[in-house]
């Protein structure tokens, strides 16, 4: 067995390539998916579930994640909603309209409407652990037994997910099926332990450390496109993340006390509005600075998103990138290694517009 046990997110993704690389026990597993190197049964543990974001220059990705966790709390199984963050998606689940594995709608139901109306299966947990904290029943089950029939479906690769009260301290479990190591497992945990701050928040507790267990926790070998799935390249991109060598730790803020139920309601239909199209869209003026800061990280989304989709040189100054400078210094200085991520920011004038940045 595979298990690690680290303070951040860049820490346990080191762990956990350094075995899938040159570790022991290892299999080599053929799929549909592709062939790679697993370890089959592991156990991750992050300490600091804040540290959840990478901070390393090629795994440092903020706008995917935060994406991926919208369309979970949205309660969507839409595949253009998701494809908006990771375009890739449609092929990964070779389904265009329909997401039929998506997360949302078993924990929040159908585009959320069973969270709105205070049924939803996250509900009975939150309501679970306020009867009795000691409970070991407060998990929610994402994996059906009906979603191994249908033969080229999209199957959920989490199977639960479990929130338990130690110490006046919310800690969480989530146990997966599948994991890929090199583009879910970042996702996955920025995703869930996102989930773990929001039920501690609501239940008002503090929060505990994150624990992750994978049956085939797997890196995929590098590979061209075929027509059937898009290219791999999780081997050498793990080798590279490798040898940056050790990351700086820097955990993302705290979500402020008190249910974040309302400013969640906020940033989804902002989120909404700034994909479908109004991307000057603003938060309410009372939003606090920390939900705040995801409907900036949105608009800025789409605005890249727009210059990727015209072919736009982004090495050129221009309106748009002025506009993101602006939004910048408005938002937490966490979140500008990502945004710095998404520019060809090696020459001037672009250089000059981002390194100016006060
Ligand atoms: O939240 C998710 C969803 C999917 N996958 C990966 C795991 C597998 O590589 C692939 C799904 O393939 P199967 O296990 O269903 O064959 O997607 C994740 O890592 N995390």
Known sequence: MFHASEDSLDDLMRAVFKQLLNGRGNFQVE?????????????????NPRARLSRSFSKA????????????????????????????????IKDEVKASGA???????????????????????????????????????IYDNSDAKPKNGDKPCTCTIQFAVRNKQLFMHTHMRSNDAFFGLPHDIFAFTMLQEIAARELGFGLGRYTHSVTSLHLYHDCTATEDRPANISTSGAKAYYREGFHDFSPMPEMPLGSP??????????????????????APADLDPYWRDFIELFRIHKIFEEMRKRGDDLSTERSELRKVVKMMRDISPTYRIYILGRLDKKQSPVRDLFENLS
């Open 61 to 92: 990705k903020a706008f995917s994640p935060l994406g991926e966790l919208f369309w979970y709390l949205s309660g969507s199984d839409s595949v253009d909603f998701i494809k908006h963050y990771i375009p890739n998606y449609p092929k990964m």
């Open 31 to 47: 799929s549909s998916k592709g062939n790679s190197t697993e370890a089959f049964g592991a156990l991750l543990e992050l300490k």
């Open 103 to 141: 997360y949302g709608p078993r924990i929040f139901g159908e585009n959320a409407q069973a969270k709105l109306d205070g049924v939803s299966e996250w509900d009975r947990v939150i309501r679970t652990l306020r009867e009795r904290e000691g409970s070991r029943n407060a998990l929610v089950q």
């Open 261 to 282: 139920w309302s400013s969640i309601e906020h940033v989804k239909a902002a989120e909404q509005k700034i994909r479908t199209g109004n991307i000057d869209h603003t």
